[in-house]
């Protein structure tokens, strides 16, 4: 699997610095995160389809959670 050059940070990444978020990268046939404090250690990565069904059902939990 090829090593990540482009990461892109959730538009939720808190206040200051805006380090209190993850990072994502597109891998072709995968997706890596990582975490915005620490960019040198860990990088997870999961299958395209798997990372879309994880962040829909943010957002549909996102929508039904009562303000």
């Known amino acids: 699997m090829s090593t990540p050059t482009s990461w ?10 805006g380090n ?3 990072e994502i990268a597109d891998l072709d ?3 890596a995160v990582r975490d ?3 960019p040198a250690g860990a990088t997870l990565t999961f299958p395209v389809a798997a990372f879309a ?5 943010l957002k549909e939990t996102r929508s039904t959670k009562p303000e």
């Open 53 to 57: 069904s994880f962040v829909q059902g």
């Open 36 to 38: 915005s404090k620490a």
């Open 8 to 17: 892109k940070k959730s538009s939720f990444s808190g206040g200051g610095e």
């Open 29 to 31: 046939t995968h997706i």
């Open 20 to 22: 209190d978020c993850v």
